[in-house]
């Protein structure tokens, strides 16, 4: 199918005065998702840290300064907090990583993870006579920081609100592997769409949330039926486009689709939590596959450009090509048909 490109980048449109950011400018620092495994294992502290190296394995581990390795059986305003998230605040603080500035990267879970420790991390390290940790931006995969609707179906089963049929006990095992009880829940419970919305809602903090959203699925769509809206599996839209609220939404954008179709969205979102700011959007990015080296096809922009806490401007060359048989223009990020989304938003 024969495409006519129009090279009109929009970061040479878009070029201010401002000064561009690189992503190797900073110190980049990783907090993970959501486990499964964990659940039942209930890992020990080593063995959290592990697991944590494995989970950024395919691309991130190598680009990566600190991690902040949590574990799935926990809750994230108990021994997440207290256990993990402090002293690790603490070694950063001390060792000085966050100095020349910090992003954090995070997917999943580790979205909802982040945005708590954004919240107190100042207060924390303050009251402790620290240094707070300069975090410039996060880059969010995925993020489940508005929660999931699988995680209401689990816990609501698993503390028999309701009963599993065939075709969710399906949905949900191929998610989850072994689906949990009542004593083993974790951080399923902050997943919960309205636990999630309700965790650190307003922060004080301006740090950017730059999000990086996918549109497919590791389970075949099975998962989908339960998830509102667009979907990459295990979030909705409203969650990993950083919507104010949970929704049927189509796109991170009312202006452009997944797909990358120049068009009105109606059931776009238009509007976010605080300081979320979706970036790229992948039609055929699953939710483990936004951080995976695996090329899923080309990506498309929500916004062409973002701001850092530091003023430093983040911008994506981008093209828009006329698609003859449906008389439509698709916008690409450019490079996109060899790059991973990944791979993207690591060489801004």
């Known amino acids: 199918m024969k495409k006519h490109p129009i090279y009109l980048s929009l970061a040479a449109v878009l070029m201010t005065g401002s000064a561009q950011a690189a992503l190797n400018d900073y110190a980049i620092v990783l907090v993970h998702g959501f486990q499964p495994d964990q659940l039942k294992s209930k890992p020990d502290r080593d063995q959290v840290g592990v697991e944590g190296a494995e989970y950024w394995q395919d691309f991130w581990l190598a680009h990566a300064d600190a991690r902040i390795d949590w574990p799935s059986h926990e809750r994230i305003e108990g021994k997440i907090s207290t256990d993990y998230l402090w002293p690790k605040l603490k070694e950063l603080s001390q060792k000085g990583t966050c100095?020349?500035?910090?992003?954090?990267?995070?997917?999943?879970?580790?979205?909802?993870?982040?945005?708590?420790?954004?919240?107190?991390?100042?207060?924390?390290?303050?009251?402790?006579?620290?240094?707070?940790?300069?975090?410039?931006?996060?880059?969010?995969?995925?993020?489940?920081?508005?929660?999931?609707?699988?995680?209401?179906?689990?816990?609501?089963?698993a503390e028999g609100g309701g009963a599993w049929n065939t075709t969710l006990r399906y949905a949900l095992s191929l998610w989850l592997g072994e689906l949990p009880d009542s004593q083993n829940t974790g951080v399923l419970n902050d997943l919960r769409v309205a636990n999630a919305r309700q965790l650190a809602a307003l922060p004080d903090s301006r740090v950017p949330r730059l999000r990086f959203a996918g549109d497919s699925s590791d389970y075949l769509g099975a998962t989908s039926g339960f998830l509102p809206g667009n979907d990459d599996g295990v979030v909705a839209s409203h969650s990993s486009c950083g919507a104010s609220e949970a929704g049927g939404f189509s796109s991170c954008s009312v202006h452009v689709?997944?797909?990358?179709?120049?068009?009105?969205?109606?059931?776009?979102?238009?509007?976010?939590?605080?300081?979320?700011?979706?970036?790229?959007?992948?039609?055929?990015?699953?939710?483990?596959?936004?951080?995976?080296?695996?090329?899923?096809?080309?990506?498309?922009?929500?916004?062409?450009?973002?701001t850092l806490l530091d003023g430093k401007v983040i911008r994506m060359n981008s093209t828009d090509e006329w698609y003859w048989l449906n008389g439509h223009y698709y916008r690409y990020v450019d490079g996109s048909d060899s790059k991973t989304i990944s791979e993207i938003a690591y060489n801004f």
């Open 257 to 306: 689709a997944y797909s990358g179709k120049l068009a009105t969205q109606p059931k776009g979102v238009s509007r976010f939590m605080p300081y979320h700011y979706p970036l790229l959007m992948g039609e055929d990015y699953s939710h483990r596959g936004v951080i995976s080296s695996q090329h899923e096809g080309e990506v498309t922009t929500a916004a062409a450009q973002a």
């Open 99 to 157: 100095k020349p500035g910090c992003v954090f990267v995070t997917h999943s879970t580790g979205d909802l993870v982040t945005r708590y420790l954004i919240d107190n991390q100042a207060n924390w390290l303050t009251n402790a006579g620290l240094e707070p940790l300069n975090i410039v931006a996060t880059y969010d995969f995925a993020g489940a920081g508005g929660g999931s609707e699988l995680g209401d179906l689990v816990v609501n089963v």
